[in-house]
């Protein structure tokens, strides 16, 4: 993942499809290999057969999102809902789990940014809840300054490759203060949460949409970096608490 000012996610359909989100850096940087059953709410999400992003599991039928992972760059509408799978129960991104393919896409129209949009995908069949694969709640507050927040996800290794890292990484990251990130993005976003890590660490291009949890509570997902990934300067990632009431009411709908 490369500066947030020259990089937005972008969808992929059988190859590459170019936006101005840059070739990708690395992984959760600096993280460890997940145990099977550890992070039984991570998710990842392919379109075209392709992995691109991750995905927090919500409920038997909901899975949550970055809205880049399902858009091309620059847009907020979404490529056809069933270009889309969702695979979890496995910490190998390419063997076991399941797949189900999404059936309706919903974009929350009410972000300041395209790149901390979020979007609710609906899948076809329901999950089937066992060790392997489990909702997580939302959380409904930020969580404080300086709080220690687990990140996770499927990023790419290094500069140029195509495919996801196949082993979900794990890793943590501390809460700071989102005027840091502002005075860094040059723009404030009431919707972010700012998570800081030492060199060498944080999150990565193909981490985007997955979780940043604490207290076993979805607070975040994952959405840009700032300069490179592995640098010293924080990433960002979506609050949930922002958006708790129009994620319930169109779960509920």
């Not at 996610?9 to 840059?22: D, T």
């Not at 999404?102 to 060790?131: C, M, Q, W």
């Not at 890292?165 to 976003?189: F, H, K, M, S």
Request: aromatic fraction near 8%; glycine fraction near 10%.
């Amino acid at each position: 993942m490369k500066p947030i000012t020259l990089l937005a996610s972008v969808c992929v359909f059988a190859a590459a499809i170019s936006g101005v989100w840059s070739a990708p850096q690395a992984r959760i940087v600096g993280g460890d290999d997940a145990v099977p059953g550890q992070l039984p709410y991570q998710a990842a999400l392919a379109v075209g057969g392709s992995f691109n992003c991750g995905a927090v599991i919500l409920s038997e039928l909901y899975a949550l999102t970055s809205l880049h992972c399902v858009c091309s760059a620059g847009s907020d509408k979404p490529w056809p809902p069933q270009l889309f799978t969702v695979r979890a129960g496995t910490t190998d991104i390419y063997s076991g789990g399941v797949s189900i393919v999404v059936e309706e896409i919903t974009v929350n129209p009410n972000y300041h940014d395209l790149s901390t949009g979020i979007a609710l995908l609906k899948l076809r069949s329901p999950f089937t809840f066992n060790e392997y694969i489990q909702p997580i709640p939302l959380a409904q507050s930020n969580p404080p300054l300086e709080a220690e927040v687990e990140i996770s996800g499927w990023g790419r290794t290094k500069e140029g490759q195509t495919d996801m890292y196949r082993y979900l990484q794990l890793n943590e990251a501390t809460v700071i203060d989102p005027a840091e990130c502002a005075r860094d993005l040059g723009r404030e976003d009431p919707d972010i949460l700012c998570m800081s890590h030492p060199r060498k660490n944080g999150i990565c291009r193909g981490d985007f949409g997955g979780p940043a949890v604490y207290n076993g509570q979805v607070v975040g997902i994952a959405s840009a970096v700032i300069g490179e990934c592995g640098s010293y300067l924080p990433d960002v990632f979506t609050s949930v608490a922002a958006h708790y009431q129009w994620i319930q009411n169109t779960m509920q709908a």
